[in-house]
């Protein structure tokens, strides 16, 4: 992270001076933070929402039923979680509401997942394989239906909006599938 | 199909928030001061992600404002026009795995100046619709839980991108 984090600001100076966009690189190193308290903002209602539900389940002994449930299926891909780890439940959580195009609780149970993950990790400052996987099928977007691109679609008129679904959802399918193979392959090559 | 997914998307949440209740009180569980513990550990890591969001979104801000995109996509143009792959779809591929919002931005200046109907637009559609952006998920996630050292997520997330895109070209070329 640290290298792309150097590479995007002084490629920015530079390439700004040659392009003579200095100025906006500038307005965009000093406003565009407003942003990131704005989503930052925008997530602790529904953050707060869902942790809350998340947790009477997990007192009431629910999270741990349907993780037991789940974790056979999901053990295959997840190779180092804890057997009767809360981590299951609320990835499959996660990846449930993810596939029916509910981000809105999709992020706090992914992120409810991330800390089990993160609970159980030896090393506390180091991304674990599980949680390199978990975030591999999050960055990969599986929806079933790309719900805010045909209302875009829809919004400009367009003859046939729906006629995108079944070559996305192929796509997307593809794009999932190789996260995931690419998280494994990692996982082995990559030490350290 | 869509009107059956969207019947269980509606269903679903109140589904599952029912369920947890229901059980939760046949469990004799204090459902409210259960829902407030749940709730504050939502604040604090909604607070939490701040300063990870705010190094993720002001440097892909800079970027893009320096003209970098436009730079890669200059290069990348002449390889696209030589693979009968619309040139203007190429923002859209690149600005994708860095900022969902500019990405919209991008989609509609591609139907904008193509049409609404035109074969950049559905591939740009595509492209869109079948992923997310990867640095923000990864802002996000990892920045609830603080991890310094993201080893090979990044990477595994960019290739899967590109992945993406290569099977998007295909697909589209196929179906439109």
Known sequence: MNIVFLFLILSSFVIGLITGKLDDVVNAMLYSSKKAVEVSISLIGIMAFWLGIVKIAQKSGLINIFSKIISP???????????????????????????????????????????????????????????????????????????????????????????????????????????????????????? | MKEILSAISVMLLPLIVAVILIYAAYKKVPAYDSFIDGAKEGLFVSIKILPYLVAIIVSVSMFRASGGIDLISSHLSIVLHYLKIPVESLPVMITRSLSGSATLGLLSDVINTTGVDSYATKLSSVIVGSSETTFYVLAVYFGAIGVKKIRYALIVGLLADIVGIVAAIIVSRYFF
């Open chain 1, 73 to 192: 299926i999901l053990s295959l891909i997840f190779k180092d979680i804890k057997k009767g780890s809360p981590a299951f439940s609320n990835i499959a959580l996660n990846i449930s509401a993810n596939a029916l195009g509910l981000q809105n609780a999709a992020t706090p149970f992914g992120i409810k997942a991330m800390k089990d993950l993160h609970k159980e990790a030896e090393n506390k400052d180091i991304a674990s394989d599980s949680m390199c996987m978990l975030l591999a099928m999050n960055t990969a977007g599986f929806q079933i239906v790309p719900a805010t691109v045909i209302a875009l679609l829809v919004s400009f008129n367009s003859k046939n909006p729906t006629e995108i679904i079944i070559p996305t959802l192929i796509v997307t399918s593809i794009a999932f599938v190789s996260a995931i193979v690419l998280s494994m392959l990692f996982s082995r090559i990559y030490k350290g």
